[in-house]
């Protein structure tokens, strides 16, 4: 039953691709319909961001890269770890609403469920890894690039099964408990402090205490990402620990949507 119900998640993109594809292409091209800005949105929201993190952090209180990225200015560091944060916040945040905004369709039309937080998470890392893509053409530019960014994808391959996992767990249990759209907002924002994004890990001179921010997993994502892109070099730490709380979050937000789906129609 375990392994029938895994099987089942893990395929949902390949199984039901046409539907996969269809749902996919119309959250995309949702997110510019009736917009003057269209697309521009996807690069200048996060670079408003950065501009004011930039501002406060890097100018007001003077905060620098870490130790081992001085050779990079403080824009740079953050930019690095910030746009994949970007795609990771963005689609924990429209979790909560996932299941519950195509109530209707539920309710009336009998398809696979699942395809909905994986259509829900593929578009957040879709749009906002060109965003990405677009800093590291201008990295390479400036002679950034080295052999290392071919490990970019891997990383990313992992951050969205993580994200993916958690956005299955949120979009079912929100079903249940409306009131996760407002829990996990304020999570989002404490979370996105207490990751070392908008200041450097280095500012705390107490190892033990720094160790202590190995237990969040984006901890570790920004810093693989900023360690291959600014300085072409893996901590393996981070490796060992990406790899299986990703895969563990990932199988069991499957498994658990996957176990509970059967009750959204009664509920919604």
């Given at each position: 039953m375990l392994l029938t119900l895994l099987r089942?998640?893990?395929?949902?993109?390949?199984?039901?691709?046409?539907?996969?594809?269809?749902?996919?292409?119309?959250?995309?091209?949702?997110?510019?319909?009736?917009?003057?800005?269209?697309?521009l949105w996807l690069i200048i929201t996060p670079i408003i961001h950065i501009m004011i993190y930039t501002?406060?952090?890097?100018?007001?209180?003077?905060?620098?890269?870490?130790?081992?990225?001085?050779?990079?200015?403080?824009?740079?560091?953050m930019m690095v770890g910030y746009l994949p944060w970007f795609?990771?916040?963005?689609?924990?945040?429209?979790?909560?609403?996932?299941?519950?905004e195509k109530a209707s369709l539920i309710t009336k039309v009998k398809f696979p469920v699942q395809i909905i937080p994986v259509v829900g998470s593929v578009i957040p890392y879709l749009t906002h890894a060109i965003g990405f893509g677009l800093l590291l053409l201008y990295l390479a530019t400036q002679g950034y690039w080295n052999w290392m960014w071919f490990y970019l994808p891997?990383?990313?391959?992992?951050?969205?099964?993580?994200?993916?996992g958690l956005v299955a767990i949120l979009s079912a249990l929100s079903v249940f408990l409306r009131d996760l759209q407002q829990i996990v907002g304020l999570a989002i924002t404490v979370w996105f402090f207490l990751t070392p994004i908008i200041w450097p890990i280095s500012i705390i001179e107490d190892e033990a205490r720094r160790d202590i921010f190995l237990l969040n997993p984006m901890h570790s994502f920004v810093s693989l990402y900023r360690e291959i892109v600014l300085q072409g070099q893996v901590t393996f730490i981070h490796l060992q620990i990406i790899i299986p709380v990703s895969l563990i979050v990932y199988f069991f937000g499957g498994w658990l949507f996957m176990k509970i789906k059967q009750a959204f129609g009664d509920v919604l």
């Amino acid at each position: 039953m375990l392994l029938t119900l895994l099987r089942e998640w893990m395929m949902t993109p390949f199984t039901h691709y046409r539907l996969f594809h269809n749902f996919a292409k119309q959250d995309f091209l949702a997110q510019f319909t009736a917009s003057i800005g269209g697309f521009l949105w996807l690069i200048i929201t996060p670079i408003i961001h950065i501009m004011i993190y930039t501002f406060v952090f890097g100018v007001l209180f003077g905060m620098r890269p870490a130790a081992g990225f001085e050779e990079s200015s403080f824009v740079v560091f953050m930019m690095v770890g910030y746009l994949p944060w970007f795609a990771f916040a963005d689609s924990i945040g429209k979790s909560t609403g996932l299941i519950i905004e195509k109530a209707s369709l539920i309710t009336k039309v009998k398809f696979p469920v699942q395809i909905i937080p994986v259509v829900g998470s593929v578009i957040p890392y879709l749009t906002h890894a060109i965003g990405f893509g677009l800093l590291l053409l201008y990295l390479a530019t400036q002679g950034y690039w080295n052999w290392m960014w071919f490990y970019l994808p891997f990383i990313f391959f992992f951050q969205f099964l993580f994200a993916l996992g958690l956005v299955a767990i949120l979009s079912a249990l929100s079903v249940f408990l409306r009131d996760l759209q407002q829990i996990v907002g304020l999570a989002i924002t404490v979370w996105f402090f207490l990751t070392p994004i908008i200041w450097p890990i280095s500012i705390i001179e107490d190892e033990a205490r720094r160790d202590i921010f190995l237990l969040n997993p984006m901890h570790s994502f920004v810093s693989l990402y900023r360690e291959i892109v600014l300085q072409g070099q893996v901590t393996f730490i981070h490796l060992q620990i990406i790899i299986p709380v990703s895969l563990i979050v990932y199988f069991f937000g499957g498994w658990l949507f996957m176990k509970i789906k059967q009750a959204f129609g009664d509920v919604l």
